[in-house]
């Protein structure tokens, strides 16, 4: 007897800012549950493949998680050019990579409009000494016109939750294919891992709508 199948919509996700704000981190959260301290800089590009169950949708997530040094920044924008998703990612600890955002995301809407969901993320929101508030973050994101969330890759914090604020805002027109269930790896599913939501946390606040997403 075959194995039973079921829809599934792949998804290009891409991961983009400067270098060690914990863009890699976040990806190897996301997708293994695990976190390295003293991960190496991703030199090019690194991908994983995850399915994701976000409200009883499959997704298949191609995670491209790019390098933000000077020398590999001219590879970003080929990858972002057929991506849906986009996290800008900046570190809350360092004002320098905060300040890089709108090169970022100037690339980001140069290349794919505002087609994309971009979601400005301030990552490692668990450290002290914070050089972006809270209210800087999410004032950029109105202007920007994005989603944004303050996460944690250390701890996990926010992480689940940001992948599913931008997949629950993708358009219903993504392409649609046929799975079997057999094939399918250990689901990414909404709200059946036990993450903190952050309330009443450091940096725990959760993301909202600004501007032009309804």
């Not at 890699?24 to 991960?39: D, G, N």
């Not at 090169?103 to 505002?114: I, S």
């Not at 790896?185 to 993450?195: A, P, R, T």
Request: charged share 30%.
């Amino acid at each position: 007897m075959s194995a039973p199948t079921e829809t599934s919509t792949t998804v290009k996700v891409v991961l983009v800012g400067d270098s060690g704000t914990g863009k890699s981190s976040i990806a190897l959260q996301y997708a293994e549950k695990r976190f390295e301290e003293h991960k190496a800089f991703t030199l090019g590009v690194d991908f994983k493949r995850v399915d994701a169950r976000v409200d009883d949708t499959l997704y298949r997530l191609q995670i491209w998680d790019t390098a933000g040094q000077e020398r590999f920044r001219s590879l970003a924008p080929s990858y972002v050019r057929d991506a849906w998703i986009v996290f800008v990612v900046y570190d809350q600890t360092r004002a320098d990579t905060f300040e890089a955002v709108d090169y970022w995301a100037d690339m980001v809407r140069h290349e794919r409009g505002k087609e994309v969901i971009m979601v400005l993320v301030g990552n490692k929101a668990d450290l002290p000494d914070a050089q972006v508030s809270y209210q800087e973050l999410e004032d950029k994101a109105t202007e920007l016109e994005c989603f944004f969330m303050q996460t944690s890759a250390a701890n996990y914090l926010m992480v689940r939750r940001v992948f599913d604020l931008a997949l629950r805002n993708l358009p219903a027109t993504l392409p649609i294919q046929v799975v079997r269930r057999a094939s399918l790896g250990n689901d990414n599913q909404s709200g059946s891992d036990g993450e903190s939501d952050g309330d009443g946390e450091k940096g725990g606040k959760s993301a909202k709508r600004v501007c032009c997403r309804s």
